[in-house]
Nanobody, 119 residues
Framework: QVQLVESGGGLVQTGGSLRLSCAASGRTFSNYVMGWFRQAPGKERELVASISQSGDRTYYTNGLKGRFTISRDNTKNTGFLQMNSLKPEDTAVYYC????????????WGQGTQVTVSS
């Protein structure tokens, strides 16, 4: 089992920045691929970005690379999502999640953190 706790959400104006953190506990964090998802009201949850176990490979959903940066510090069992140039359409609950490399689905989820971007 891996327990994940997000933090760093809040209210920010358009063009502002936020850095989300995901603190992991339980099993060895570096064994897991980590992803950040978001879900806006009335919309399906979508993958924002993911990062490999060692952090050497990253993936971003279309349109977010360049504004968002995913990273991780395995020595501190923590993942991050740096979000810059935020837009009102980025408003959502953001979740971190973890999976092993042998599964395609994310098995472990945090409780989510609200990000609200005001216009």
């Amino acid at each position: 089992q891996v327990q994940l706790v997000e933090s760093g959400g809040g209210l920010v104006q358009t063009g502002g920045s936020l850095r989300l953190s995901c603190a992991a506990s339980g099993r060895t964090f570096s064994n897991y691929v980590m992803g950040w998802f978001r879900q806006a009201p009335g919309k399906e949850r979508e993958l924002v970005a993911s990062i490999s176990q060692s952090g050497d490979r990253t993936y971003y959903t279309n349109g977010l690379k360049g504004r968002f940066t995913i990273s991780r510090d395995n020595t501190k069992n923590t993942g991050f999502l740096q979000m810059n140039s935020l837009k009102p359409e980025d408003t959502a609950v953001y979740y971190c999640a973890a999976r092993t490399i042998i599964t395609s689905s994310y098995d472990y989820w945090g409780q989510g953190t609200q990000v609200t971007v005001s216009s």
